[in-house]
C-alpha cells in the first residue's frame, strides 16, 4: 500500500510555462516533505522541503504548496526550462528524524523548447 | 569535494548468488541509508547505518544485510539472490547530530541486474 502517491506518470509543458507536479500521501502523521529531482544516470538531488507548520514554501523558481487537510502538496515550477526535465519524486519523512523517507513513484516531466 | 561514490556502477549477478555494494559518504557525514529504486518505481528504505551500527530497517528481508566501518563507509550485502533484487541500489549520506539528520545526499547508484 503506497504512502506516497504520484498518479501523473509523465507531464509535458512548453519551455516558460508554469509545471504543477501533484502528490497525494495517505499517513496523517507525516510532518516533513521533500521534492527531489533525478536525472538518469545520476542520484536524486534534493530540490525544495516544507513542514507542516507551513502551507508554502518558496525557492527561486520553485515553489511548494501544502494542504494538509487533504493530504496533498504540489511542486509548481514557473518558468520551465529544457533543463529542468527530469523525474520528480515527492519523499514524506516517515519519522520525522531524517532517517526513512517515503518516495512516491516519481513524475518524468518533460519541457519543450 | 567529493560528493558520495558507490561502487561498482554496474553489475551482473546469477540468481543464487551473493553481492557486495560498497559506499563511501560525503565528507563531513557519518551516517549511511540504503535504497532500492525498482524500475518505474520511487526509492524503498532498506536501512540505515550510524556509528557502524544499524538504527533503522524498512521491509526488506534478512537477507539484506549491510555494515559501516570506522571511516563511515558501508557496504550493502544481499544473499541468494532473486530475479527481483535486479534495481538501482541508491546510497546516501548524512550527519547526525540532536538525533535528527542533515544534508542527505544520495550517491548516482549500482544497477544490479541478476539474471
Known amino acids: 500500500d503506497q504512502q506516497v502517491k504520484q498518479n501523473s506518470p509523465s507531464l509535458s509543458v512548453q519551455e516558460g510555462r508554469i509545471s504543477i507536479l501533484n502528490c497525494d500521501y495517505t499517513?496523517?502523521?507525516?510532518?516533513?516533505f521533500l521534492w527531489y529531482k533525478k536525472y538518469p544516470a545520476e542520484g536524486p538531488t534534493f530540490l525544495i522541503s516544507?513542514?507542516?507548520?507551513?502551507d508554502k514554501n518558496e525557492d527561486g523558481r520553485f515553489t511548494v504548496f501544502l494542504n494538509k487537510s487533504a493530504k496533498h502538496l504540489s511542486l509548481h515550477i514557473v518558468p520551465s526550462q529544457p533543463g529542468d526535465s527530469a523525474v520528480y519524486f515527492c519523499?514524506?519523512?516517515?519519522?520525522?528524524?531524517?532517517?526513512?523517507?517515503?518516495f512516491g513513484p516519481g513524475t518524468r516531466l518533460s519541457v519543450l523548447p | 569535494d567529493a560528493g558520495v561514490t558507490q561502487s561498482p556502477t554496474h553489475l551482473i549477478k546469477t540468481r543464487g548468488q551473493q553481492v557486495t555494494l560498497r559506499c563511501s559518504p560525503k565528507?563531513?557525514?557519518?551516517?549511511v541509508s540504503w535504497y532500492q529504486q525498482a524500475l518505474g518505481q520511487g526509492p524503498q528504505f532498506i536501512f540505515q547505518y550510524y556509528e557502524e551500527e544499524e538504527r533503522q530497517r524498512g521491509n526488506f528481508p534478512d537477507r539484506f544485510s549491510g555494515h559501516q566501518f570506522p571511516n563511515y563507509s558501508s557496504e550493502l550485502n544481499v544473499n541468494a539472490l532473486l530475479l527481483g533484487d535486479s534495481a538501482l541500489y541508491l546510497c546516501?549520506?548524512?550527519?547526525?547530530?540532536?538525533?535528527?539528520?542533515?544534508?542527505?545526499?544520495f550517491g548516482s547508484g549500482t544497477r544490479l541486474t541478476v539474471v
Open positions: 499517513n496523517s502523521m507525516f510532518d516533513y
Open positions: 516544507i513542514s507542516s507548520i507551513k
Open positions: 546516501a549520506s548524512s550527519f547526525r547530530t540532536g538525533g535528527l539528520n542533515y544534508g542527505y545526499t
Open positions: 565528507s563531513g557525514h557519518d551516517t
Open positions: 519523499a514524506a519523512d516517515l519519522d520525522n528524524y531524517g532517517q526513512n523517507f517515503v
